[in-house]
């Protein structure tokens, strides 16, 4: 149940290559994020999922069953969109039963899934209301409630938490990710930030400009990134890059600390760190400078936990170290990861 | 003082604005006066004609409506406008709904293009439009307007409404389809009921324009029964030489103000369409 | 699951895609549209050159192709070219009043008053009202015994008496004499169009954002200069439209011209719509009612051009 096989998948706008021989499979029952800055395809990908939008190259299959060319309603999947699609001349309650209806079922049995999907979102109370008086909560749950009235096999989500105030993006990501748990619906998710999909996804397939750059669980993409694009856009600040040659030196801001406070027993290099400027930011501190000489200066940022009280300033110049296990290497060119060590 | 200079500006435009009302309107408000004036105050060039010098009559509206063919031509009017309607309906709502919808870039040239032949004057093609309608031996007869007509309603009410069906978010359609219904199905349920207004804004127009139009009426049709309000009035209302002018003004006025009322109330949709997106 | 070849799995309901239907219940639904207006607009026009090429009569309506015979004949008719002047004068001067008090129209339009309703809807009568009826509304202002114009200018002296400004006549023959009879017909052409081009102005007028303006007053500018350097040059798109639109309505029109003066005095006010009517319908020589026609096209074609060229550059707001 809810396996989505994608092969070579493409698409073309013109001459533009939105999507570019994507292959990629779900597992079932898991929660995959598909992450990537706007444009890199993520969006076009969804909808060929979806059927809404007809691939240029290559086959796709749901549940064994070739999909390809087959419009949405014959694929038993369901869609949220960013908007919610709220149907505006219908109530909560005739929006639910959109789906329903339209597969024929009976009046009693609508009533019963209805309810059903409606209490599984808490908006039992709303069923009698329009779309346009409810708050945005109110009808990104509707929304999903829709989704899940006809027990579909695949779940699609277009960034269905970006419409929504910061507050009420963290507590609904967090419902989302419970309910996805209890219903064991495989998922598929896209959105552009990498908080959302690394805190959300079982596994996370990271886009750029039409292509997978990796796909992995969020500590593979995190500690071992398969380029310098995944290293550079997760992770906030992004990884450090150190020019070496043909190689780039990566390391994350959280392990590039005073030298005293680094433990590494495999080995450890050593930079004299230029600090330029200081972040205060309760939990931690961001200490933006420079390493290497003056005419190499080249710019990186350190994260030291809020635990770290060391006082810096800046102008100052500080002995700071990384483990060397905490290294990565990457070829200068392909931006491609060096494998050197460390879990393959 | 401000006050005084708001009070001067206050009444420049109220000035301002009566000058054109009064401009704008005052053949209107004539006519209203000529419907109930006795004929004896109205053709005596010396009585005020703003004024009933005399007691108002109702002798212009017996006789427009009892002893001229008005309401034929008003019937006949309605009727032309009717069908028009529909077939406006039936032609302009899926071609706008196609072309706001599918295809990108030629969709929106072919659309401009349909509402260019608005453009197209009836001076120009309506002698080759008067060979082709006797051709079909529907000379003299109101079909013949029926079957004309279109030519400025379709172009014009594909436009308005390709606006109109642009602006219904592509999402729903997308999430029907999702749910189930076909493309065809998501339009008839989710579309259409959306569309209420964007239908009825057709209808008025398609209706008015009917209502309005002259010169192929005039071209059409010369037996006094088959007549349009918009040319039996001014062409039948005269015998002889001389102008009845009280049923004139009284034919004019009746046909003129309902039309008038329901076509201000649209008029805002109506521009929509000529702007054609200069504003948004 | 993953591991087979997709294309090995049966597909089920597949088909030819369901694109392709729809692709074609696209074109299914803008056929008739097309059809209707190729049928009906294009052939006839094609017809229309095709006639005036010819020596069709109403009474031998053959088209046989003699060449351009007619237009020479149109050419060497005085009639013709008045009509042909009349037409682009009485447009021209109509439309660039229309223009100016439409512009200012609107802008009092877009202030608060009350009656706001009503005033609009006064306003907007000599366009929405049917264009014959409401000409004949003038027919009667325009009266050369009855016409209340007279009245209330003989009734404050500028007329009917020895040594007033406007003669000693009792009335002014505004549809009889050559010059006045321009200036009537020019009269109600402004009269007619200007409600349409004051709401067209007055959707551009309103379309301004505001903090453009509060910006510019924030920094100084004044009124009259918020107006040059901004509202105009934003509405020039608008104003351009209401223009253009002004001026096929007026270049085409038949109507006023026809019910207030049947192109006379002595063809004095005729325009080419009028003229093509009574050469090639009352007339009977299709022919050259068709070439005659045919001259108002290549403007048509150019305010086609312009409007098109206008409403792409609208993206600017």
Redesign the interface.
């Known amino acids: 149940m809810g ?1 989505v ?1 994608i ?1 070579g998948i493409s698409k073309l706008f013109g001459n533009t290559r939105a999507v570019d021989h994507v292959d990629l ?1 779900t597992n ?1 029952g898991e929660f995959l994020v598909l992450l990537g800055p706007s444009g890199c395809g993520k969006t076009t990908l969804l909808r060929m999922i ?3 939008e ?1 691939p240029t190259e290559g ?3 749901i549940d ?11 694929r038993n ?3 949220v ?1 960013q ?1 919610y ?1 709220l ?3 219908m109530t909560v309650y005739k929006n639910i039963a ?2 329903l209806h ?2 024929g079922m009976g009046k009693e049995a609508v009533r019963k899934k209805v309810e059903w999907a409606a209490a599984m979102f808490k908006i039992g109370r709303l069923l009698d209301r329009k779309p346009r008086e409810l708050s945005g909560g109110e009808r990104q749950r509707v929304a999903l409630a ?1 989704a899940m009235v ?1 027990e579909p096999s695949v779940f699609l989500l277009d960034e269905p938490l970006s419409n929504l105030d910061a507050l009420l993006r963290t507590s609904a990501r967090e419902e989302l990710r419970q309910f996805q748990r209890r219903v064991g619906v495989t998922t598929i998710y896209v959105t552009h930030d990498q908080v959302e999909a690394m805190g959300l996804g079982d596994r996370i397939v990271v886009m750029s400009q039409g292509k997978i750059r990796q796909i992995g669980t969020p500590m593979e993409i995190y500690l071992w990134p398969a380029d310098t694009f995944v290293a550079t856009f997760v992770g906030s600040p992004p990884m450090n890059l150190l020019d070496q040659g043909e190689t780039l030196l990566g390391f994350r801001p959280e392990t590039f600390l005073p030298a005293d406070a680094v433990e590494g027993s495999e080995g450890v290099v050593t930079y004299p760190f230029e600090v330029t400027y200081l972040e205060y930011l309760g939990a931690e501190r961001l200490v933006y400078g420079n390493v290497g000489e003056k005419s190499h200066a080249r710019h990186v940022v350190s994260r030291l936990p809020g635990s770290l009280t060391l006082p810096l300033e800046a102008g100052k110049s500080y002995p700071f170290a990384v483990a060397l296990r905490d290294l990565r290497r990457f070829d200068k060119k392909s931006g491609l990861h060096r494998k050197e060590g460390g879990p393959s | 003082m401000p006050n005084v200079r708001k009070l001067a500006s206050r009444g420049g435009l109220y000035t301002l604005l009566g000058l054109f009302v009064f401009f704008s309107a005052f053949p209107f408000y004539w006519m209203v006066i000529a419907t109930f004036k006795s004929d004896h105050d109205l053709f005596s060039p010396l009585n005020n004609p703003f004024l009933f010098n005399e007691p108002a009559t109702l002798d212009h509206l017996k006789l427009l409506l009892f002893d001229t063919h008005y309401l034929t031509y008003l019937w006949n009017t309605l009727a032309v406008g009717l069908v028009v309607v529909v077939i406006t309906l039936a032609v302009a709502v899926p071609a706008a709904y196609a072309l706001a919808r599918w295809a990108r870039g030629w969709g929106e040239m072919l659309g401009i293009g349909i509402f260019l032949t608005y453009l197209v004057p009836p001076t120009i093609l309506f002698i080759p439009l008067s060979r082709f309608t006797s051709f079909l031996g529907l000379q003299e007869s109101l079909w013949s307007l029926i079957l004309v007509y279109p030519t400025f309603t379709i172009p014009f009410c594909t436009w308005l409404l390709m606006g109109f069906f642009k602006t219904i ?1 592509k ?2 359609e ?10 065809f ?1 998501a339009m008839w349920k ?1 579309v259409l ?2 569309s209420i207004s964007g239908v009825l804004t057709v209808v008025v127009f398609a209706f008015t324009l009917s209502m309005h139009e002259f010169i192929y009426a005039l071209t059409f049709i010369s037996v006094s029964v088959k007549k349009t309000v918009s040319i039996g009035v001014p062409e039948e209302l005269v015998r002889g030489d001389v102008f009845q002018w009280g049923p004139l003004m009284a034919g004019a006025l009746i046909a003129s103000l309902p039309v008038a009322v329901v076509y201000t109330y649209f008029l805002d949709r109506f521009v929509a369409g000529f702007t054609m997106g200069a504003v948004k | ?2 591991g087979q ?3 090995n ?6 088909g ?4 392709d239907r729809e692709s074609a219940l696209a074109k299914l639904m803008i056929a008739p549209a097309i059809l209707y207006i190729v049928a009906m607009i294009g052939v006839p026009f094609v017809l229309a050159i095709l006639y005036s090429l010819s020596d069709a009569t109403t009474g031998d309506p053959y088209i046989r192709i003699v060449g351009l015979r007619n237009f020479a004949a149109a050419f060497a008719d005085p009639v013709f070219r008045l009509s042909l002047w009349n037409t682009v004068f009485f447009t021209l001067v109509s439309q660039c009043f229309v223009v100016l008090l439409s512009r200012l129209l609107a802008t009092a339009l877009l202030k608060k008053f009350r009656w706001k309703g009503l005033v609009r809807f006064l306003i907007m009568l000599p366009w929405t009202a049917p264009i014959s009826l409401g000409t004949i509304g003038w027919l009667w202002m325009f009266d050369s015994i009855f016409s209340p114009i007279d009245w209330v200018l003989r009734y404050v002296g500028l007329l009917g008496t020895p040594g007033a400004l406007l003669g000693a006549g009792t009335n002014l023959y505004y549809l009889g004499i050559p010059g006045l009879a321009i200036s009537s017909v020019i009269l109600v052409d402004i009269w007619r169009i200007l409600p349409l081009a004051t709401v067209i102005q007055l959707a551009g007028l309103s379309s301004i954002p505001k903090d453009l303006l509060e910006a510019a007053e924030v920094d100084g500018a004044t009124p009259w200069h918020r107006t040059l350097k901004i509202t105009i040059p934003l509405t020039l798109p608008i104003t351009s439209i209401a223009f253009l639109f002004g001026v096929v309505f007026t270049f085409t029109d038949l109507v006023v011209v026809y019910v207030l003066t049947r192109g006379g005095p002595v063809n004095t006010t005729q325009v080419l719509s009028t003229w093509t009517f009574f050469r090639g319908i009352e007339g009977g020589n299709l022919a050259e009612g068709a070439a005659i026609s045919l001259f108002m096209f290549p403007v048509l074609a150019a305010v086609a051009i312009l409007i098109l060229r206008t409403a792409r550059r609208t993206e600017v707001v």
């Open positions: 396996c096989e092969r499979a079932e979806a059927g809404i007809e086959e796709m299959a064994g069953r070739v999909v390809t060319n087959l419009p949405p309603r014959m999947i369901a869609m969109f908007s699609a149907y505006p001349h959109f789906p339209s597969r829709r006809r | 978010p999402d729903i997308e999430q029907a389809m999702i749910d189930g219904l076909s493309r199905g989710v009921p959306l | 699951m993953s070849p997709i294309s799995r049966p597909a089920y309901g597949a030819e895609g369901f694109r």
